[in-house]
C-alpha cells in the first residue's frame, strides 16, 4: 500500500501511526510527494492522519508503478534528462583503457550526437584471470573526459565499500546485470545521492527487475532508469536474447525511463545498429552502446564494440527513427 | 556443396556424375540457377561435366545461405512480392468464423494499406477440446474474401495429405511454429507450387529454422518466407520471447524474405504495436498479424488480435518507419 | 468432463444425448471405461441416460489424468508391461544399420536383462543432407532381430502415412519429440491399435506434453507411454536439460507409464549413466536408451550411444537402484 | 597455467620470476600445494625457479579442475566432511525465525541422521517488503542449536561487511544463487578462513559457476562445495528445472564435492523426495534439503519446505539408494 501525505510531517507521523499497528512501514520523498509504503496489501483502517491519497496495487512493486504515478519520471544525469519522448544516447567504451582512448571517443560521442559517456573502471569479469578495470584510475580518466567534452559520465559500481569512491566521479551510477539482485548494493544506492542505471539481470523477470528498482526507490532514491541488455535463452547464436517485449511492457508498468543496451545481445558488431533500432521502436526512452577507437584491439568486448563509423551512423539513424515516431 | 551448371542438361548430367562417385545429390533449379546440392564439405574433384561455380560453406545450410547468393531473393504472393526494401503486410484474423467476419476484416486490411490476407482453417491446437478450425469451409471463405477485395490470402496446412486441397485455395501456405521440424511436411512442400511462409519453432536455433527453409528448397521450391514469431523463455510475461536477434541475424545469413509476426510474442493486444515495430526495426521485410473485427469474441486467440482502429494504426506507423529506415 | 457409463450402449447414447445440447463429445472405450469427454466445464445437468460418475476437473487434460484414475496403467508392448513399481528398459542404436549390428545388438540387450529393442528406421534430422534412415529396410531388419532373440521392438514413426507399415512391424510406436505437437499424427495414432512412446517435445511444458497423451487418449488408444528426454535451456553444456521434475510431476499427474531418455540429454555417452539412474530416482518406470555395437562409428549420435560394456554396467546400476527403491 | 613448487619460498619466488616477465601470476596454497596460477594459455619458457609440475589446461578454470587433481577432495564443515562416496545431508529451514522452531529442527535433523543444520539468517528476497531475516539474533539462535545438537551449521552471506560477523558463528557460509557472480564477495570469500557453500546462479551455466569456484580458490580458499539447486527455464510448472546433467558434468570436472538443493527446484513438498533422489542418483555428494517443524506457517518458502515426518523418510530414503549405489 502506498498513502501519500500532503507534507513532510504528516508523512512522517503517517509512519509512525501505521508502524505503531504492528505493520511495517517506510516513508520516502519521491518525484514530489510524501509517501508511506507498506507490504502490498496491508491496508490500515481509521488512519487518524490524514491522508491525501491511498495507493493499493495488485503488483508487488508499489512506487515504481504507473497505476498510480501516470505521468513519466524524468532523471537528470548531469545537466541532461532522460525522459519519455525523447531518445537519449550514452555510449563508450567497454572498459577505460587509456587516456587517449577514453578522450578519443568522448569527442565522437559528443560530436555525433551523444548525451553522456560510458566507460568501465570496474568490470564484473566471469574469469578471475581476466582484466578487472582500471578502478580509480579509470574514474580520473572519465572525468576528464567529462571535463573535455562537457558531457555527463556513467559508470558501473560493483562493490558496495566503493560507492563513496563512485559517487564522487561519475553522474550516474550503473548496476551490472550480475548485480541486479544484489540487495545490499541496491540498498545502498537508496542513499547514493546519484542516479542509477539499472540493467536487467539475464535471468530475471521483468516484475524481479521492477522489484529491483522498488528497492532502489523505497531506500531513497528516485531516479531510476531501467536498462534491457538481453536475457539467456536457449538460443545462443548471438550472446544474448534481446528482450523486446519486456521494453514495451515496463514502458506501460512503470513511470521510470527504461533503455537498452543493443551492445551485449548482439555480441558481435554486425548486428548492434538493427538491434538499437528495436529498441527505440518498442518504446524505449534511449540506449546506452558501446563505441571503441579500434574494437578489434579493445581490451574487453572487442568484438561487439562499434567504430566511429558505426556509431555516428547509428544515431543518425536513431535520429530519423525517433522523429518518425514523433519522438526527438 | 552447390555446383552451379550452365543449362539443365549440364545439372542433371553433373547431379548423375556425382551420384556415381557415392556421393548424395539432388538436382534443383532454383531462383534462374542450375544447381547440384550435396552434403556441406563434400568436395568431388575432376568431374567431367563443366561447371559453372562451386560453391563451398561452411554452414550446414547452402541453398538458402546469402554468401553465395548476394541479392536478396524476392518471394510473389499472389500478384505482390515481398521483397527487401519494402515493407509487406499481411494481416487477418487468427481463425477463419464466419463469411461477415472474414470479409469485413478482409476490406478493412484492403483499406488500410494490407497487401494479403491471413486466416485460419485448421488450426493447431494444444488441447483437443478447443476448437480446431473451419476446415475446407475456412478455405470457400477465404476465397471469396480475396474476390471482394483482390488482397492474396494466406492460411496454415498441417496435414500433409491435405495440401492440395490447400494449395487449391491459398496464394501462400503457413507452416506453423508446430510444424517447423515436420520433415514430412517440409519435403512435400517441396512440390507444392505455392510459396511457403515458414514460422520458427519456438523451441528451435536460428540454423534450425534456416535448415528447415534448406528442406523445402531442396525439394524444389524456392518461393520461402522465414516468419520469426517469438520463441519460450524463462520470462513468461508475454506469451512468447519476440527474437529480434533472429531477424538481425537471418536477415544477414540468407538471402530469402524475413517477416516478424509481433501478434503471437504478444499474446495481448497492447503490446502488438511497438513488437511490430520493433521487428521492422531489425530489419524485417513485413508483418503478418492478428485483427478482428471483435477481438474479445474470436474463438480463438482473443487476447491478441487488434481491432480494426488498432491496425490501421500499426500501418500507419508502420509506414511511417519504413520512410524513416529508406524502405518503402 | 468425464462422464462414465456403465456398458458401452449407455456410453453412446450418453454422447448423443449430449451432442444433441450442443456440447462437442467423445465417445471413447479406454482402460476398462466407457466415457464420454466433453470440454473442460462444460457441465451438463440433467441427462436422462444413466451415469456411473460424473468427472469434473481443473486442468486442461482429462482422460490421462490420475485424478480419477487412481491406479497406475500398464502398457503392454509385445508380451510384456511397463507399469509401475518396475523397471523396464528398452535400448538399441540410434539408427538401424546393418542386419549384423542390430542382431548382435539385440542379443546384448536381451542378455543384459533389457525389456524391448528400439532402433530407427526414419530418422527426424535437422539437416536434409544428413542420414534419414532405412526406410521399410529397417522395419524388417528390426523384425528379424525380433524372430532372434524375442524382444519386442521400438521404432519411430514420422509420417501419418507409413502408419499401417509401421503398424505391421513394431510392437510399439514412437512419437519423436520434434512431433510431440503434431496433432494430425497424434489423432491417427489414436486408431492405431498399437501402443505409442510418446517422447517430449524439448520446447514443450508438461502441460502441453500431458495434452498430446490426451490427443491420442481421445481419439481411442489409451496406451501411451510418456518419455521424457531433455528439454532447451540456456546452459548447452550438456545437449539438453534432462527434467527429472517433470517425471516426478507427470508420475503424479497422470495414471499413464512415464519413463526417460538418458541418451539424448547427456549428448556424451559418459554422462548417460548418471541421468539414467536420475531418471530411475525422480520415480520413472523404465529407460529407453541407445547402444550401439561401434558407437565412434555409427551412422548418427554416435557420441551418445553406449558401447556393450556400458549398457551393461547400466542394467546392473539400475537393477540394485530399484531394489533399493522397493521396486524391481 | 598452474605452476606446481614443491616448498613455499619456492613457489613464491616463481610468482615473483613470473610476474617480473609481465604476467599476472596469483600465489596460493591449496589442498597441499604450493601453486602459482597463470591465465590459461600464458605459457612462460626458461624459468630459472625449479618447478615440480606445471599445468596446461584449455578451460578457463584451472585449480578446481580435475583434470590435474585427480583425487576427490574432501571438505570438512565443523568436524564432518563432506567427500565422495558418502552422503552429507545438510538440512533446516529456509529462515531462522525463532529459538524453538530451529532447536527442534536441529534435533530432528541430528536423530534422522542428517550432518549438519541450515538456517537463514541474512535473507535475499525478490521484495523490499517481505521478511529480510533475523540478521544476528538468527546467527545466536544457529549457535544455540548447534550447542545443543552437536551439529555444525551453515547460513547465507549477503552482504561482504557482514563477513567477520558470520564467519564468527557459522561453520560454513553460504553463497545464495543470486550472488553467484558476486566478484566482490567471492573474493573476500577467499580469505574467510570457513568453508564455502557456493549456490550455482539459476541464470548461470556450468562453466561460470567453477569459474566463480575459481574466483574463491585463486584468493585462497580451497574449501567449496558446489551447490545445484535448478535453473530457469522456459517450464515454470516447478519452481525452478532442477539440472541433473550439471551435477553429472561438474563431478567429472572438478575434484570439489558437488550437492545438490531439491527443496528449491521442487517449490512444493510433493516433489522434494523423488528430486533429492535424482541429485544423489545422479552422482552428488550430498543434499541440502528445507524442513520445518509447521512448513505451513513458516516465513518464507513455505510451500516447499519438508515435514519432520518427510525429512525423516528423505534420509532413509537416500541411505538406501547409497548403499545400492555403493556409496554410504
Not at 543493443?262 to 533500432?277: C, E, M, N, Q, T
Request: include cysteine.
Amino acid at each position: 500500500m502506498l498513502y501519500i501525505a500532503d507534507t513532510r510531517e504528516r508523512g512522517r507521523a503517517l509512519r509512525e501511526e501505521i508502524e505503531s499497528r504492528g505493520i511495517p512501514a517506510w516513508y520516502v520523498e519521491l518525484w514530489g510527494n510524501y509517501i508511506v509504503a507498506t507490504p502490498p496489501g496491508s491496508k490500515v483502517e481509521g488512519l487518524k492522519t490524514p491522508v491525501k491519497a491511498v495507493v493499493d496495487l495488485k503488483t508487488d512493486y508499489q512506487l515504481v508503478s504507473r497505476q498510480w504515478k501516470r505521468d513519466p519520471t524524468p532523471v537528470k544525469i548531469g545537466d541532461r534528462e532522460i525522459k519519455e519522448g525523447k531518445i537519449f544516447i550514452i555510449a563508450g567504451p567497454c572498459s577505460v583503457e587509456t587516456e587517449e582512448q577514453i578522450l578519443s571517443t568522448a569527442k565522437v560521442v559528443k560530436e555525433a550526437g551523444g548525451d553522456a559517456l560510458r566507460g568501465g573502471a570496474f568490470k564484473p569479469r566471469t574469469s578471475p584471470y581476466t582484466f578487472q578495470g582500471l578502478g580509480e584510475r579509470g574514474l580520473v580518466l572519465l572525468a576528464k573526459a567529462r571535463d573535455a567534452t562537457g558531457l555527463p559520465i556513467t559508470t558501473e559500481l560493483m562493490d558496495p565499500e566503493d560507492l563513496p569512491l563512485v559517487a564522487k566521479y561519475a553522474d550516474a551510477i550503473q548496476v551490472g546485470a550480475r548485480n541486479m539482485q544484489n540487495f545490499t548494493l541496491l540498498k545502498k544506492l537508496g542513499r547514493a545521492g546519484k542516479p542509477v542505471l539499472l540493467k536487467r539481470g539475464f535471468g530475471n523477470t521483468i516484475d524481479e527487475w521492477l522489484l529491483a528498482a522498488e528497492y532502489v526507490a523505497l531506500h531513497g532514491n528516485g531516479d531510476v532508469v531501467l536498462v534491457e541488455r538481453g536475457i539467456r535463452t536457449f538460443d545462443r547464436t548471438l550472446r544474448f536474447t534481446l528482450d523486446v517485449g519486456a521494453i514495451a511492457y515496463a514502458k506501460q508498468q512503470t513511470h521510470l525511463p527504461v533503455i537498452g543496451d543493443p551492445s551485449h545481445p548482439a555480441g558481435d558488431r554486425r548486428y548492434v545498429i538493427p538491434l538499437a533500432l528495436a529498441i527505440l521502436a518498442a518504446g524505449a526512452d534511449g540506449l546506452i552502446v558501446e563505441v571503441h577507437p579500434d574494437p578489434d584491439k579493445a581490451w574487453s568486448d572487442a568484438k561487439q564494440q562499434l567504430t566511429f563509423d558505426q556509431f555516428r551512423e547509428l544515431v543518425a539513424k536513431a535520429r530519423e527513427l525517433a522523429r518518425a515516431l514523433g519522438r526527438s
